[in-house]
C-alpha cells in the first residue's frame, strides 16, 4: 500500500521559514521523480516544485529562489524548505510523484502552511 505523510506545517510570519517532510512507503522511492503541490483554500491544487530520481529540479515562477526541493533516498524522504514566506503561500501542501499533466498515487492528508501576522 502506497502512503505519503507530510509533515512540518504550521502557522509562521511572513519572511519566515519552513522546511516540510514527505516520507514514502510502499514505493520503490529511489526511483521516481517527486513533487510538491499545494492547494489554498478555493483553489486548485498545483505543482510547486519536482526533484528527478538523479536530483535535476524545477519550480514554479512563484517560489523560484524562495524554495528549495531536496530528497533522502536512504530514508524514502522528500522535503520543501521554504524561504522567505509569504502570505500567498497559504495552503495545504501535499507530496506525490508528477506523471504527465496528473499524478501516480492517491493523495496523502497534507500539512497545513498558515503565513500570517
Known amino acids: 500500500q502506497v502512503q505519503f505523510v507530510e509533515s512540518g506545517g504550521v502557522l509562521v510570519q511572513p519572511g519566515g521559514s519552513l522546511r516540510l517532510s514527505c516520507t514514502t512507503s510502499?514505493?520503490?522511492?529511489?526511483?521516481?521523480?517527486m513533487g510538491w503541490y499545494r492547494q489554498a483554500p478555493g483553489k486548485q491544487r498545483d505543482l510547486v516544485a519536482t526533484?528527478?530520481?538523479?536530483?535535476?529540479?524545477n519550480y514554479a515562477d512563484s517560489v523560484k529562489g524562495r524554495f528549495i526541493i531536496s530528497r533522502d533516498n536512504a530514508k524514502n524522504t522528500v522535503y520543501l524548505q521554504m524561504n522567505s514566506l509569504k502570505p500567498e503561500d497559504t495552503a495545504v501542501y501535499y507530496c506525490?510523484?508528477?506523471?504527465?499533466?496528473?499524478?501516480?498515487?492517491?493523495w496523502g492528508q497534507g500539512t497545513l502552511v498558515t503565513v500570517s501576522s
Open positions: 510502499g514505493i520503490r522511492f529511489s526511483i521516481y521523480t
Open positions: 526533484i528527478s530520481n538523479v536530483g535535476s529540479t
Open positions: 506525490n510523484s508528477p506523471y504527465g499533466r496528473t499524478v501516480q498515487y492517491a
